[in-house]
């Protein structure tokens, strides 16, 4: 999920095989500090205790800093560092697919032709039909993380995604009211992302999932990108089906773990 400016540019700290970077937007928005603990680009590659300890460091220091929470994701193939993960009283919080499809030509038409982009009346009935996401969400397996707040913060990414994070936010409409929406992002390599999308409860199992996917290609497509990635839970199998009929592919699949911290003795 990208949100805004997430972390800072260089790590704060450096832990061996980890190291840790605080999270501006989090941070901000929930009030209260956050990071996030990724492995060293330059690594060498460290023994499983190694790892253990070098964690169990960077968890001392960072909860002296007054951090409250911290994630560490990692691929799924990297199952040494999820072990240490777990050694260390870190919890498992998400496992997320990561799909993509190239682009060769643009997909047919079908309900997508009614797509159009989202407008400012829009934003009320997005925000509605964006909480019923909320239920794979990593935050939500997060005890770290109220159900209000849950909300609270899909709220605001779509109000973000609407406000200029995203290139394009486009809605589908059926019974005169707002079936859906989607998402495109483009990211600075030059692929394509759909950051969120989702159709409301009453209007599920219409095909206007699949309209909205073909939506998002078809811009895409429009726009020069070649290859678009999506990612979703692995628990939300319905997403899973459709994406791998419209033609995804699963590339990638990340395992994310949080910890919330004791507070620090430096702490005031």
């Known amino acids: 999920m990208k949100l805004g400016a997430r972390h800072a540019a260089e790590p704060d700290h450096a832990f061996g095989a980890f ?14 500090k956050m990071g996030v603990l990724a492995l060293a680009p330059a690594r060498v590659r460290a023994s499983e205790q190694t790892m253990v300890d070098d964690l169990r460091l960077a968890l001392a220091e960072a909860a002296a800093d007054r951090y409250e929470h911290l994630i560490l994701r990692v691929g799924a193939e990297q199952l040494d560092v999820a072990r240490a993960a777990g050694l260390c009283g870190l919890r498992l919080v998400d496992i997320a697919p990561d799909l993509a499809i190239s682009l060769s030509h643009p997909p047919p038409a079908s309900l997508s032709a009614g797509a159009r982009p989202a407008t400012a009346t829009d934003l009320g009935a997005l925000h509605a039909i964006s909480q019923g996401l909320c239920e794979f969400s990593r935050f939500s397996a997060d005890p770290f993380f109220s159900a209000d707040e849950v909300a609270g913060l899909y709220r605001q990414w779509l109000t973000n995604l609407c406000g200029g994070l995203a290139n394009a936010v486009l809605v589908i409409q059926a019974s005169d009211e707002v079936a859906g929406f989607t998402s495109c992002a483009v990211q600075a390599d030059g692929t394509g992302r759909i950051p969120l999308i989702a159709t409301s409860e009453e209007h599920r199992r219409q095909g206007i999932g699949r309209a909205l996917i073909e939506a998002s290609l078809r811009w895409f497509s429009s726009a020069g ?13 319905a997403a899973l089906a459709l994406y791998t009929r ?5 590339a990638a699949m990340e395992l994310t773990f949080s910890v919330i911290l004791p507070r620090g003795p430096h702490a005031e």
């Open 19 to 32: 190291e840790l970077r605080r999270l501006d937007w989090d941070t901000t928005h929930f009030g209260r």
């Open 246 to 250: 419209m033609g995804f592919r699963i």
């Open 225 to 237: 990108i070649k290859t678009v990635w999506v990612k979703t839970q692995a628990a939300n199998y």
